[in-house]
């Protein structure tokens, strides 16, 4: 089992950037697949960036390619996700997660989840 805290949402003006942080404590880091996911209010949780154990293998959705950036560092036990040119749209918690499944987009494998942080680009 993996327990997972994220860190450095917040407010931010459209254009700008922030930089979301999870550390994991418990079982070997890197024997997890790391996902960030978001729900904003009203709508379903998506997958928004998703990285393999190695570090190698990445996945986007269409609406942050381009602008985020996800990346893991298993020294530190952090994976995190760089967002550039912030949009309104992209408000909402986002959360860690973590998957002992070899598919990183399988949404519904990530069975270990962070608390959220609030990330709010305001116009």
């Known amino acids: 089992q993996v327990q997972l805290v994220e860190s450095g949402g917040g407010l931010v003006q459209a254009g700008g950037s922030l930089r979301l942080s999870c550390v994991a404590s418990g079982r070997t880091f890197s024997s997890y697949a790391m996902g960030w996911f978001r729900q904003a209010p009203g709508k379903e949780r998506e997958l928004v960036a998703a990285i393999s154990r190695s570090g190698i293998t990445t996945y986007y959705a269409d609406s942050v390619k381009g602008r985020f950036t996800i990346s893991r560092d298993n020294a530190k036990n952090t994976v995190y996700l760089k967002m550039n040119s912030l949009k309104p749209e992209d408000t909402a918690v986002y959360y860690c997660?973590?998957?002992?499944?070899?598919?990183?987009?399988?949404?519904?494998?990530?069975?270990?989840w962070g608390q959220g942080t609030q990330v709010t680009v305001s116009s």
């Open positions: 997660a973590a998957s002992d499944w070899v598919e990183i987009t399988a949404s519904g494998r990530y069975a270990y």
